[in-house]
Every structure is written in C-alpha cells, then in structure tokens.
C-alpha cells in the first residue's frame, strides 16, 4: 500500500510545472529557428531581392535595375523561372513580375515608397497569381 501526502503532492506539482515550462521554451525556440524571418534591408545597390520561400528563406537572387527573362534553356537563369515566392524591392523602386519569359502576358507591379516593401507572393490576392509563375522582371528606381 502507497501512501500519499500533502508534500509528494507538491514535489509532483513542481517537478510538472518546471517540466511544463522546459516543453513550452523548447517548443518557443524550434519554432523560432524553423519558421524564421530572414528579411533585411535591400542594399542600395539592388533593386529588388527575391527568394524562393516565404520569410525571404530558399535561395535568393540580386536583381539590378533592368530585365531579366527567365527562359528555359538560360543555363543561368532556368533554375528561377516559376520558382519565386517573396520580393523585396528597395524604396523607391518598381518591381514587375510577368508569367511570359518575354516581359508580356499577364503582370503585377510591386512598389515601395518611402521605406523597402516585402511581399510574400501567395498571402496577396493581388498578387497570388504569380506565386511560382514569374519568368521574367522588370525593375526600376527613381533617381
């Protein structure tokens, strides 16, 4: 026959709540490593950024101002057509996404004002119809 009493109660209690506060930190700390937001500053030297996952996570590739078409034998440039996610375009700048690898068909257009503008292509109605479906850009900057 076990007996309890009031004290092993309380060892009980306090060993599940330290074991209870040990699982919420761990779990607080995965999930900050895992679903991390790796967004910086555009330096001024780009136009845009833009990456293969949301939370500016996956590769990522410098876009000048300019054009760039994505076309399926560029041994370069193919590994990004259809693939991006997220876009951060540097303020003052315009940056236009076209599901044609020609700069046509359909477009979007994301500008920033007066601060850098990060979008992450699929949580925009305005934009989730190019979530993995740009093959080429265009970016500019005011002067």
Partial sequence: KVT?????YMITFSMMFKLTIICVCVVAVSASIFSSNKCVRVPDNLCAVVYDDGGCNGWKLDIQEGEIMFKWWDPVYYWYRNDIEAVSVR????FTGFDDSSLNGESMTIRAGNKDRHV?????????????AIQ??????RR
């Fill in 4 to 8: 309890l009493t009031s004290d092993s």
């Fill in 136 to 141: 080429s850009i265009a970016c500019t900057c």
């Fill in 120 to 132: 992450e292509l699929n949580d925009e109605d305005e934009f989730e119809d190019f979530d993995e």
């Fill in 91 to 94: 303020a003052g700048c315009t």
